[in-house]
């Protein structure tokens, strides 16, 4: 299957400083990436939808300014967790569609990121 | 508002038993239905899913059992197996407009079998 593959698969950082999470397709082209945010022992809850090329379409509640998205290429797009504090630690999981998924929302997910806002 | 209701939020079941998990939705724009196991600190990986056109998808030990008018469907894991001791999340699919969709997922069902 299509593989998807995020980097750093953990971070620890100081207050008020930014991080850069990256996400690959590694063998397949996604025009559109998918951010998730996960709390301990709970559920999947959307942050944006990145499509390659424009800007990233933000769920309500979810501060763009603070959560940048870039999708710049077909196999890449990057979130930027701005002046990080520890209500930010998370885990960060993106997502891509599959190719030719037609009306099937298959999405292969990355392996996800462990953030620690210290 | 929740969209996608899923129970039990946990289970135990001794190996070789079956596992059942259900999930409930409200909205009937939703036409796909995918289930997904992540075990602690990983992505979630696609188990099985199924169109509401069907009523039932069989993939291995995984069943998938779809009620279209109950807008109910249920995942079943026959012979249940310590290594399938995972958490589960049941999810829906909506189009959004401009060829975008999105997932709509369910709380969870930590999922432990027992030898």
């Known amino acids: 299957g299509a593989v998807v593959s995020q980097h750093p698969s953990w971070v620890i950082c100081k207050s008020g400083t930014s991080v850069k999470i990256e996400c690959r397709s590694l063998?397949?082209?996604?025009?559109?990436m998918f951010w998730y945010r996960q709390f301990p022992k709970q559920s999947l809850m959307l942050m944006a939808t990145s499509n390659e090329g424009s800007k990233a379409t933000y769920e309500q509640g979810v501060e763009k300014d603070k959560f940048l998205i870039n999708h710049a290429s077909l196999t890449l797009s990057t979130l930027t967790v701005t002046s990080a504090h520890p209500e930010d630690s998370s885990f960060y999981i993106c997502?891509?569609?599959?190719?030719?998924?037609?009306?099937?929302?298959?999405?292969?997910f990355g392996p996800g990121t462990r953030l620690t806002v210290l | 508002q929740q969209q996608v209701k899923q129970s039990p939020q946990s289970l135990i079941v001794q190996k070789g038993g079956i596992s059942i998990i259900n999930c409930a939705y409200e909205n009937t724009a939703f036409d796909y239905f995918p289930w997904y196991q992540q075990f602690p600190g990983k992505g979630p990986a696609l188990l099985i899913a199924?169109?509401?056109?069907?009523s039932e998808k069989k993939e291995g030990r995984f069943t998938i059992s779809f009620n279209k008018s109950a807008k109910q469907f249920s995942l079943h894991i026959m012979d249940s197996q310590p290594g399938d001791s995972a958490t589960y999340f049941c999810?829906?699919?909506?189009?959004?407009?401009?060829?975008?969709?999105?997932?709509?997922f369910g709380k969870g069902t930590k999922l432990s079998v027992i030898p």
């Open positions: 063998d397949f082209q996604a025009t559109t």
């Open positions: 999810a829906a699919s909506l189009y959004s407009g401009a060829g975008s969709y999105q997932l709509t």
């Open positions: 199924i169109r509401p056109d069907v």
């Open positions: 997502s891509a569609r599959a190719p030719g998924g037609g009306r099937n929302n298959e999405q292969f």
